[in-house]
């Protein structure tokens, strides 16, 4: 019997596609949450590692469990904690064991389990799931193996394939798209017109993508000074929203108004002005903020809410075409993290460790002078065999399957079991 | 035959570094991104190498004769890519760049070969100088040539809203210009003064300057004199990469039709 089968992984979870919000607000946790229900789970005896990975979007306990009653322990220790009945849990969570709890992870490190599909934030609450089992000491050798392999395989398909290589956001296709225009941002400066919700969010977005001199109007004054203190910048008074043109090289459009508020014949004046530089004009606003025919100036760059939109569509196939190449990666990881978590028991051990000493054996004895070999190699033998025989022993009768764990990770590391 | 061998192993070296820069463009990492330099200085290398055997066998620099120059330009343009690579880690114009060094070395290599002594006009430093600096002229114009198309395709990409692997690979417009802007202003400073050159030593020379070759030349400046300018005032961007591309098809006609077809006294020999 080896120890993988003994202890074998687990997860039980909940995310945007099988659980009612309701349901999930429930078992949503917040760091403390987190830290407390790590220490329950393995004080227990739950589980013997455990980590949970909770954002907006989902909640999931990793585990490695050394009965297979675990799960129906776990489902009653969350029935109880969270205040809900144990079917209510069985209905609306779903459990996943062995390869394909860590599979699971695998897709979720890489964003192919969001609903963004391809976006980067969750791996960053992976890595943080894993420093705060760490923190609390409820991981060990396996999950942490299991959670960093699955933060290397994120990493190698955002660096190989395409799916986080479009944006996906209204918002961050302008940016990106100004940014392929003008180089840098943080030189140039950006004109938002409207402070609510659209022109708030996209100012905040532009700032966060390096915009340093922002310039804000609104028709009404309070809102554009409101938002300017909350992300910076400098507030234009709405009169003097067609000079501050002048100055602009991105202008955005957010407003209500029903007519544009950028006219043809201004911005005309302005590139003349600016000596036919580029400028670039987003225009987030239904009814249309900036003139139409602004399009046909030289050396604009015009982009309408519906353009954006359709970019966004195009890019989110984009990113569904690299879903099977992403998955290829993924599993090449997979197979690498459960050979070696199937080699966690103690047959591959016992014989790994025998064939290691077995090669120092050889490596000796081939040094020695032909003559000699046969003489000196029954020594060997019995020193190998010998000094194998007692570490073998009490590896193979260890009861409890946690310290068998980790005496075998340790003989494996140890010995460089895994050929590093 | 010595100096076939050097030349093909220079080519194979650029092909190897044109293969590298298309592998990096896609996926870029670093071990391809380095091996593409070191390939292309590799190339660099033999090439100069074959481009000094030429120069003994002539007794004189190797670029009098069609194939010479051809393969010096090819060189030129190598080197000054790789010095773009060192000096603004831009690696995104090498896939495109590289194989215009590939052709102009293979013609300089397939060309038959003349050897015949340096008459009294292909002598003497000034001689020297004039063709050098031409070279690197339109070196700098093949160099801006290649920045323009790429200008054109990045510009639209952005207005098309495609955002992939060339958009993302290739740099910003605002970039793109700027390097062209050097690349003309190298070429122009260039050529200006190759074709100063080319004017006193015409005048000693043949006492004339009514050549089909000057008259080429001295529109070709008056074309990028024209880019520089309309640049600052409201052509830059797209107009501008057309211009380039229109001063770069002059200059290849006056580098191959007015010097082959034309019997001027500017021919190769």
């Known amino acids: 019997m080896s120890a993988a089968s003994e202890a074998r992984l687990f997860l039980l979870g909940w995310n945007f596609r099988v659980a009612e919000s309701a349901v999930r607000d429930r078992v949503a946790f917040n760091p403390e949450e987190v830290r407390e229900g790590l220490s329950r789970i393995v004080g227990q005896g739950l589980a013997s590692e455990t980590v949970i990975v909770s954002t907006c979007h989902r909640s999931e306990i990793y585990g490695l469990a050394e009965s297979a009653e675990s799960g129906d322990g776990l489902r009653e220790f969350l029935a109880q904690w969270r205040g809900l009945a144990v079917a209510e849990i069985a209905s609306t969570g779903f459990w996943r064991e062995g390869p394909e709890a860590a599979r699971h992870l695998f897709r979720v490190a890489a964003g192919l389990d969001s609903m963004a599909l391809g976006e980067s934030e969750v791996l960053g609450q992976v890595r943080q799931a894993l420093s705060l089992a760490r923190e609390t000491g409820s991981t060990r050798s396996v999950l942490h193996r299991l959670f960093e392999a699955a933060v290397a395989s994120g990493k190698r398909v955002r660096s190989e394939t395409e799916i986080g290589m479009h944006p996906l956001s209204v918002a961050s296709i302008g940016l990106e798209l100004a940014s392929k225009v003008f180089g840098e941002l943080s030189g140039k400066t950006l004109l938002v017109l409207g402070a609510g919700d659209t022109g708030g969010l996209f100012a905040r977005q532009a700032v966060d993508a390096g915009v340093k001199d922002l310039l804000i109007a609104n028709r009404t004054r309070k809102r554009a000074e409101d938002l300017v203190a909350r992300i910076g910048g400098t507030v234009v008074a709405w009169e003097n929203a067609t000079e501050a043109l002048g100055k602009a090289d991105v202008v955005v459009g957010t407003t209500a108004s029903p007519e544009p508020v950028v006219r043809r014949v201004d911005v005309e004046r302005v590139m003349q002005e600016r000596r036919g530089r580029p400028m670039f004009f987003l225009d987030l606003a239904v009814p249309a903020d900036i003139d139409a025919g602004i399009r046909d100036i030289y050396n604009t760059f015009v982009y309408a809410i519906n353009d954006l939109e359709q970019v966004a569509e195009e890019n989110r196939r984009r990113r569904a075409r690299e879903v099977p190449r992403a998955e290829a990666i993924l599993e090449e990881e997979l197979q690498k993290f459960l050979a070696w978590f199937g080699n966690l028991s103690v047959v591959p051990t016992v014989l790994d460790l025998k064939k290691r000493f077995e090669q120092i054996r050889d490596a000796e004895l081939a040094r020695l002078p032909a003559g000699d070999r046969e003489r000196f190699q029954k020594i060997a033998d019995s020193i190998v065999a010998k000094a194998l025989h007692e570490p073998m022993r009490r590896l193979k009768s260890e009861e409890d399957p946690r310290r068998k764990l980790d005496r075998v990770e340790a003989i494996r590391h140890l010995f460089d079991l895994d050929g590093k | ?269």
């Open chain 2, 1 to 269: 035959m010595e100096a076939h061998l050097l030349g093909w192993l220079a080519v194979l070296s650029y092909a190897a570094a044109e293969a590298l820069a298309i592998t990096s463009l896609r996926r870029p990492k670093t071990l391809p991104v380095v091996a593409g330099t070191v390939c292309l200085a590799a190339g660099l290398l033999l090439h100069f190498a074959d481009l000094q055997v030429r120069a003994r066998q002539l007794g004189s620099v190797p670029y009098r004769t069609l194939e010479g120059s051809v393969s010096l330009f090819g060189w030129m343009l190598a080197i000054a890519y790789l010095a773009l690579q060192l000096r603004h880690r831009e690696h995104a114009i090498g896939p495109f760049l590289i194989p215009i060094v590939i052709v102009s070395s293979s013609i300089g290599l397939l060309l038959p070969a003349h050897v015949s002594p340096a008459t009294e006009q292909t002598r003497g430093a000034l001689f020297a100088l004039h063709v050098t600096f031409a070279i690197l002229a339109y070196a700098a114009f093949t160099f801006s040539f290649v920045l323009s198309l790429l200008y054109l395709i990045q510009n639209r990409q952005i207005r098309k809203g495609h955002t992939g692997v060339l958009f993302a690979r290739l740099p910003a417009l605002a970039v793109i210009g700027r390097m062209n802007r050097t690349s003309v202003t190298i070429g122009l400073s260039v050529l200006t003064f190759a074709v100063a050159m080319g004017l006193v030593r015409a005048q000693e020379l043949w006492g004339t300057l009514a050549d089909p070759k000057i008259a080429f030349a001295l529109v070709t400046l008056a074309v990028y004199a024209l880019l520089l300018w309309l640049d600052r005032r409201g052509w830059e961007g797209a107009r501008v990469a057309v211009l380039s591309i229109v001063g770069f098809c002059m200059v290849i006609f006056s580098y191959t039709v007015v010097n082959l077809a034309f019997h001027t006294a500017h021919q190769f020999r």
